[in-house]
């Protein structure tokens, strides 16, 4: 879980899109609008209602659709809130009734006794279900800062990490150039979503889409290149490392062997590319970010030129060249 405090308040107010807006309003228990939502899950209660509270999660968010209503409207007929009231007894995060459905009275009374929120939305029970969910899952996902930079190249997303002065923010701002976009420079939020997705974006919305290059300062992105060069967030794809160029290290030449780096679980493809000068580190990452998405395709060069070095070598003309020598007796 995310290291904050999340309340029904906050899950009123949150900012989302059209097309993620929960719509939610506050119909009855507004003084339990504090309340901590501490689980990344729902609950439909019809069993609770119904008086079979064993197992009931009552940790999670309760969701009312119109079955559960129905059977409340049967309740308030036969006015029977007993177990109602053995519901609210427990500590309920918040009621969540979909389709603008409304509780009867006797319901909003004993939830503001209980101090209980009850919200309602003018989704549908499936729609919204997807929709909190997905949210939920963002909000209390696992989170890690690290020191790099992320950006977009050819749609993939690259995390950039490396050394103090190695030249992440170079490198990055020539791709940039190259009509490629930047998420962000300096330090990078990420969060797993369902367990094997990794999503970055600036850890300050503010100065997010501002470099530091050292000899010419502090610039901004967005300016100086436009809304084009720039976004929000990104998945991160490939992490490549960059590292001043080591003459005694043995640095792959091949490929064959397909490199991961571990970050919040999730194992992204990893490239260490030693830096020197005469090598354009801009070009070696837009071509690593072709390649990598060729791997994804079910291609990969490496091990096709390994496959070719072994045909030729078992093949009747490579035979022939190595026994046709004056010098094999």
Known sequence: MADMRFTVLDLIDIKLKEHNSLNLRC?????????????????????????????????????????????????????????????FNLPIPCCIFTYNLTPHKDFLDIADAAQCPILQTDLGTAEFSARLMRILAEIFAPRQSIHGVLVEVFGLGILILGDSGVGKSEAALELIHRN????????????????????????????????????????????????????????????????????????????????????????????????????????IIETAAMNERLK???????????????????????????FGHDDII
């Open 27 to 87: 119909i009855g228990g507004r003084k339990g609008l504090v309340r901590e939502i501490t689980v990344p899950d729902l609950n439909r209660p019809i069993g609770a209602i119904m008086g079979f509270s064993d197992d009931f999660a009552f940790q999670r968010v309760q969701l009312f659709g119109r079955g559960e209503v129905s059977y409340l409207r049967r309740l308030e007929t036969d006015d029977e809130t007993r177990t109602i009231q053995e519901m």
């Open 180 to 283: 490629h976009r930047l998420v962000a420079d300096d330090v990078i939020d990420m969060h797993c979503v369902n367990g094997n997705i990794l999503i970055g974006e600036g850890a300050n919305k503010i100065i997010g889409h501002h470099m530091e290059i050292r000899g010419l300062g502090i610039i901004n992105i967005t300016h100086m290149f436009g809304v084009r060069a720039i976004r929000d967030r990104k998945e991160i794809q490939l992490v490549v490392k960059l590292e001043i160029w080591d003459s005694a290290k043995d640095y792959d030449r091949i490929g064959t062997e397909d490199q991961y780096m571990e970050l919040l679980g999730v194992s992204i493809p990893s490239l260490e590319i030693p830096v020197q000068p005469g090598r354009n580190v801009s070009i």
């Open 296 to 322: 994804s395709m079910g291609y990969n060069a490496a091990k096709e030129f390994n496959k070719n070095i072994l045909k030729w070598i078992e093949s009747d003309s490579a035979r022939s060249v190595f």
